[in-house]
């Protein structure tokens, strides 16, 4: 078992900055990939970035060149640094790891944008 704990997230204004931590406990031996996930209100989850154990990283259009996603292994902790937020950007952000077949998820972490 892999237990995910997210923080950071808050009220932030438009153009503004905000970075979130997703800290891992358990099992977290062999985690294939850690992403952040967002949901909007009336939204469906969507995928925000990954990063691997190998330390590539992918990330949606909609955040490419504003969010980064890096990682403390030390720590086990995981971020998403978000610049020039927009109000779209307006979400529960949820922690995910992969190991292998199964995928773990944070409680999540309200992230608001007021324009």
């Known amino acids: 078992q892999v237990q995910l704990v997210e923080s950071g997230g808050g009220l932030v204004q438009a153009g503004g900055s905000l970075i979130i931590s997703c800290a891992a406990s358990?099992?977290?031996?062999?985690?294939?990939?850690m992403s952040w996930y967002r949901q909007a209100p009336g939204k469906q989850r969507e995928m925000v970035a990954t990063?691997?154990?190998?330390?590539?990283?992918n990330y949606a259009d909609s955040v490419k060149g504003r969010f980064t996603i890096s990682r403390n292994n030390a720590k086990n902790t995981w971020y998403l640094q978000m610049n020039k937020l927009k109000p779209e950007d307006t979400a529960v952000y949820y922690c995910n790891a992969q190991q292998g077949i199964r995928n773990y998820w944070g409680q999540g972490t309200r992230v608001t944008v007021s324009s």
């Open positions: 990063i691997t154990s190998g330390g590539n990283t």
């Open positions: 358990g099992s977290i031996f062999s985690i294939n990939a």
